[in-house]
């Protein structure tokens, strides 16, 4: 079975500095490979996906990622993030590109600092 | 257009009571998906539809927990005799399956607080 791991719990960034959430996955094949961004009583807005092709992918709002096959990582960047973007970011792998039920990290929760 | 909407927002039950929880999809969204997220976790799976075809139901936690979607369109998940470990938020998701990108659109959740 997949699986996912987000090592950072909390994250603190300045206001205009730059932002990497990471993600490792555990799966056998290639993965389908999900950033959601989830706010206070919102539900998941997906910000980015990787399928296939390009390892660089860019979302909404100004982020990308990284998939890196190596590391087994995915993770997400954004070079200055803004007060807006605090909120709570999941990783996300699914087997069939998400036309089956998606496994979820447990989030990072990012905090921005004026 | 309208996204995915799920009805009620918050709900409290005392233990043992059933629940009904709505979830109305994007509309022409073929799968439809809910998952549970316990407080301070990610979503977790719970059970999918493709169109009334209930395809996986391995993620539900026990034989309270109950999803149906008839008509292909609107979903209920129930849970009967509720216990405090069901307090968490229940997502709903639908996707347009066979457009290639399968992203999953999420409502805003029903709250369900076990008393």
């Known amino acids: 079975a997949q699986s996912v791991t987000q090592p950072d719990i909390h994250i603190t960034v300045s206001e205009g500095a730059s932002l990497e959430l990471r993600c490792n996955y555990s799966y056998g094949a290639t993965p389908y490979l999900f950033w959601y961004v989830q706010s206070p009583g919102q539900g998941l807005q997906l910000l980015l996906k990787?399928?296939?092709?390009?390892?660089l992918v860019q979302g909404i709002k100004g982020f990308e990622a990284e998939f890196k096959r190596s590391q087994s990582s995915f993770n997400l960047r954004k070079p200055s993030v803004h007060w807006s973007d605090a909120a709570e970011y999941f990783c996300?792998?699914?087997?069939?590109?998400?036309?089956?039920?998606?496994?979820f990290g447990k989030g990072t929760h990012l905090i921005i600092q004026p | 257009g309208a996204g995915v909407s799920q009805s009620p927002r918050y709900k409290v039950a005392k233990r043992g009571q059933d629940v009904a929880l709505r979830c109305d999809p994007i509309s022409g969204h073929v799968s439809l998906f809910w998952y549970q997220q316990a407080l301070g976790q990610g979503p977790e799976f719970l059970t999918y539809?493709?169109?009334?075809?209930?395809?996986?139901k391995s993620g539900l936690p026990s034989d309270r927990f109950f999803a149906e979607r008839p008509e292909g369109s609107v979903s209920t998940l129930k849970i009967q005799r509720t216990q405090q470990e069901d307090s968490a938020v229940y997502l709903c998701?639908?996707?347009?399956?066979?457009?290639?990108?399968?992203?999953?659109?999420f409502g805003p959740g029903t709250r369900l607080t076990v008393t």
């Open positions: 998701a639908s996707s347009l399956v066979g457009q290639g990108s399968y992203e999953q659109y």
């Open positions: 990787y399928f296939s092709g390009d390892t």
């Open positions: 539809f493709q169109n009334e075809a209930q395809l996986d």
């Open positions: 996300a792998v699914g087997v069939g590109g998400g036309a089956d039920g998606l496994t």
